[in-house]
């Protein structure tokens, strides 16, 4: 494994302890906001995925960058969250 792909680049670091793919592809990164467009969630959603660890990212400064790939395995690992819909009754 070479030193690329254990340290991100200058300027880039890993958040807390958050597992990342062992490469980064500089163009495959988004930002929050692209990121929640991309899901159809909210900034704030994703912001909470970040802060709970179930979601992966590196930080530039201040800014959250995520990563398409991990994007695309957070979609498919998501739960559903929200009240379950309510059953129509049947009344006859």
């Given at each position: ?55 992966p ?21 998501k ?14």
């Amino acid at each position: 494994m070479s030193y690329a792909q254990v340290h991100p680049p200058a300027g880039l670091r890993m958040i807390r302890h958050h597992v990342m793919t062992s490469k980064i592809d500089i163009q495959n990164l988004v930002t929050v906001q692209q990121a929640a467009k991309v899901l159809n969630i909210t900034p704030a959603a994703i912001h909470k995925a970040i802060k709970r660890g179930r979601l992966p990212c590196l930080k530039l400064g201040r800014a959250f960058l995520i990563q398409r790939a991990d994007l695309t395995q957070y979609r498919k690992t998501k739960s559903v969250g929200g009240r379950p819909k309510k059953q129509a009754s049947e009344t006859g």
